[in-house]
């Protein structure tokens, strides 16, 4: 499976986005899907993950509350809406399918990472 995110851009603080994963194949809808992000300087980290029908969605507390992950099996996107965006949300956003059947916080249980998307968000 090929994953390719996108709807990254520039955003002041408190504005929004919405990125989406599109997958290569009919296997995506599968698998769970997460997201993560990493800063320049920084680890890789989770942001969200969300089962393979949808229902099942985890966050990392920095973003709870603010964004939230869903998906269409139907055009085998998973989207992560971004809302009140903060400077330190300001990184790298890929996603990737797991390997299990569960969704996991470890990037270690990933693979067919996408190409990321950029997000800045500007004080």
């Known amino acids: 499976v090929q994953l390719q995110a996108s709807g990254g851009g520039l955003v002041h603080t408190g504005g929004s986005l919405r990125l989406s994963c599109t997958a290569s194949a009919r296997t995506f809808s599968y698998k769970p899907v997460g997201w993560f992000r990493q800063a320049t300087g920084k680890e890789r980290e989770f942001v969200a993950g969300?089962?393979?029908?949808?229902?099942?969605?985890d966050y990392a507390d920095s973003v709870k509350d603010r964004f939230t992950i869903s998906r269409d099996n139907s055009k085998r996107t998973v989207y992560l809406q971004m809302n009140n965006l903060k400077p330190e949300d300001t990184a790298v956003y890929s996603c990737a399918a797991a390997r299990a059947s569960v969704t996991t916080r470890s990037p270690y249980d990933y693979d067919s990472w996408g190409q990321g998307t950029l997000v800045t968000v500007s004080s």
């Open positions: 969300i089962g393979r029908a949808g229902v099942i969605t």
